[in-house]
């Protein structure tokens, strides 16, 4: 390793280590700036979709869920601010099909509604 021997290779050092404190910060927050995460609702087959459905179910039937298969989205609104969904929900006493539909509440704050047909 060469040692610094000279006044001007101090100087050099001390222009370069400037110049890259200086850049490093203005190019970070620019390179990111104009990608921020735009929000996307859940899935339909979702952990946060499911919940909701099975949640939903049991509170308006009674009925324990035992299952829920075979979710899929059937259209998208414009925009794909509006999802609607079809699964099968399988229960104590049956199996059955169910459709429901996830939209924003506020796109703002990410959070989505579920809203569908009971049992």
């Known amino acids: 390793m060469k040692t610094i021997s000279s006044i001007k290779d101090i100087y050099i050092f001390i222009g370069l280590l400037a110049v890259g404190l200086w850049v490093i910060p203005l190019t970070v927050p620019v390179s990111t700036k104009g990608y921020a995460s735009v929000p996307t609702l859940p899935e339909c087959g ?6 909701w459905i099975r949640g939903s179910v049991e509170e308006q039937s009674g009925q324990t869920v035992l299952g829920l298969h075979g979710a899929r989205e059937v259209m998208t609104g414009k925009d794909g601010d509006f999802r609607t969904c079809v699964a099968t929900i399988v229960t ?12 924003w509440h506020s796109r703002k704050y990410k959070v989505p509604f579920w809203t569908g047909d009971g049992l």
């Open 46 to 51: 979702d952990a946060r979709s499911i919940d």
């Open 92 to 103: 104590q006493d049956r199996e059955a099909a169910i459709s429901y539909s996830i939209g």
